[in-house]
C-alpha cells in the first residue's frame, strides 16, 4: 500500500511467498539447480583435472561465467512469473538471450561499484548494494539498458532502503542456514529467497512509475 506518497513493502510476506512458491514447485526448482550443477561440472571440471593448463582453465571458466549469466537471466525471469501469478518455465534459461548484454554490463558495473564501496570502509559499498540491488531485475522485468536500470533501482529503493537492507541481511542469514546443512539446504533457500527479492521487487514497481 502507498500512502501520502510514501511507499510500503512487507518483507514478511515476500518471504512467505518465496517459500509456498518453492514447496509447490520443489521438482522444477530441483531441475532448474541441477541444470546449474551439471553447467559447473562442464566448465569447471576438465580446468580442475588439467590445473597444469591455465589457458584451457580461464577459457573454461570464462565460458561457465557467461553461460552462468543467462541461466541468471532465466532465473530471475522465473521468479518474476511466478510473482505475477504465472509459472517458471525451463526454456527461460535460454531464452533470455536478447537481454544478455544489457544484463551482463549490469551486473558488471553494480558488482564493481559495491566492490569498490567495500573497500572503502564496506558501509558504502553496502549501501550501493541497497541502492542498486534491483537493477538487474529492471533490465529483465523492463528490458532496461544498464543505467537506466541502474536508475531505475535507485527510485524504487528511495525511502525503503533501510526495509531493503533489512531483507538483504535476512536473505544472507536464510542462505547460510541452507550451506550450513551440508549446502543442500540451498536447494530451498535460494529459490526462496530470490522469488522473494523478485516479490519484493514488483511491490516496490507497482508503486513508482516509470521514467518518462
Known amino acids: ?45 576438465p580446468g580442475n583435472a588439467a590445473r597444469n593448463r591455465p589457458a584451457l582453465t580461464f577459457v573454461l571458466s570464462v565460458i561457465g561465467f557467461l553461460i552462468n549469466t543467462l541461466l541468471g537471466i532465466g532465473v530471475t525471469r522465473m521468479a518474476l512469473r ?70 531505475r533501482s535507485a527510485a524504487l529503493t528511495r525511502g525503503v532502503r533501510m526495509d531493503v537492507f533489512l531483507f538483504g541481511l535476512l536473505a544472507i542469514a536464510i542462505n547460510l542456514v541452507g550451506l550450513l546443512l551440508c549446502g543442500i539446504g540451498l536447494f530451498a533457500t535460494y529459490p526462496t529467497t530470490m522469488v522473494a527479492a523478485a516479490h519484493l521487487y514488483r511491490q516496490l514497481d507497482r508503486q513508482v512509475a516509470p521514467a518518462v
Open 1 to 45: 500500500m502507498q500512502r501520502w506518497g510514501l511507499k510500503s513493502i512487507s518483507i514478511g510476506q515476500a518471504i512467505e511467498f518465496g517459500w509456498e512458491t518453492w514447496k509447490r514447485n520443489v521438482l522444477f526448482w530441483v531441475g532448474v539447480a541441477v541444470v546449474f550443477i551439471v553447467v559447473e561440472a562442464i566448465t569447471q571440471g
Open 82 to 151: 511466478f510473482v505475477d501469478g504465472g509459472r517458471g518455465e525451463f526454456s527461460d534459461l535460454y531464452t533470455g538471450y536478447p537481454l544478455f548484454l544489457n544484463y551482463l554490463i549490469a551486473t558488471l558495473l553494480f558488482s564493481l561499484m559495491v566492490g569498490i564501496g567495500l573497500v572503502f570502509l564496506i558501509v558504502p559499498g553496502v549501501i550501493l548494494a541497497v541502492v542498486f540491488g534491483f537493477c538487474t531485475f529492471a533490465v529483465v522485468d523492463r528490458a532496461l539498458g544498464p543505467i537506466d536500470a541502474l536508475q
